[in-house]
């Protein structure tokens, strides 16, 4: 089957790091996205992993495990605005996206 | 301008009613999705399209039905709404492989 999981929430403090992490199944892997949402609005992109590494991007990192099944966002300096959802979504197949329920951070001042 | 539209952004409706959601895009995009959000239970897909002829089921397409009429429409239609169909759904766009650019979202109750 095919599935995907993560934490459903997070808490941490103003200034600090935090790791989200991700571990998926599924037929096909292409890779591994990470949008943000913010309550109410629109996710939107952050990070695409095809291979095995650490991609950086400013305060935002992501690193993928292929043989693994696993992924992680990491987000360094964290800012009140930080505070949302992050979706953890497998690209499988002929490209559909599977999405994970998503890990709401809370980031306390 | 947005790159990706819904219409409505909200909508109240009751059961049995039919409903059209509506979604267009500017980005020249083949590819087009549509999910719906309940809490807790992330984004789950309904239909999507890979081209104008090409429609496809999703994970819970069952009540749900769609109509790419262009490139850049594709509309989302709920024959006889009911409760458990309140939600909020997203379209959604990409390029072949890559990053999803969703629209603004249609806020969905039916009573």
């Known amino acids: 089957g095919q599935n995907i999981d993560q934490p459903t929430e997070m808490t941490a403090t103003e200034g600090a790091i935090v790791q989200i992490n991700c571990t998926y199944q599924?037929?096909?892997?292409?890779?591994l996205f990470w949008y943000q949402q913010h309550a109410g609005e629109a996710p939107t992109f952050l990070s695409y992993n095809v291979l095995d590494g650490l991609e950086e991007k400013g305060r935002f990192s992501s690193f993928l495990s292929r043989s693994k099944g696993y992924s992680y966002l990491l987000l360094k300096e964290l800012q009140m605005k930080d505070s949302a959802s992050y979706l953890c979504?497998?690209?499988?197949?002929?490209?559909?996206?599977?999405f994970g329920t998503g890990t709401r951070l809370k980031v306390l001042a | 301008d947005a790159d990706v539209t819904q219409t409505p952004r909200n909508r109240i409706t009751k059961t049995g009613k039919r409903i059209m959601l509506e979604c267009s895009q500017t980005?020249?995009?083949?590819?087009m999705y549509w999910y719906r959000q309940d809490p807790g239970l992330g984004l789950r897909l309904i239909y999507y399209s890979f081209d104008v002829k090409d429609i496809n089921k999703g994970e819970i397409s069952d009540g749900y039905s769609v109509s790419r009429q262009a490139q850049a429409k594709f509309s989302l239609s709920l024959e006889s709404a009911i409760p458990n169909q309140t939600a909020l759904y997203f379209c959604a766009t990409s390029d072949l492989g890559d990053e999803q650019f969703f629209g603004p979202g249609t806020r969905l109750t039916v009573l």
């Open positions: 980005k020249g995009h083949d590819r």
């Open positions: 599924t037929s096909g892997f292409n890779g």
């Open positions: 979504a497998a690209s499988s197949g002929t490209y559909k996206y599977i």
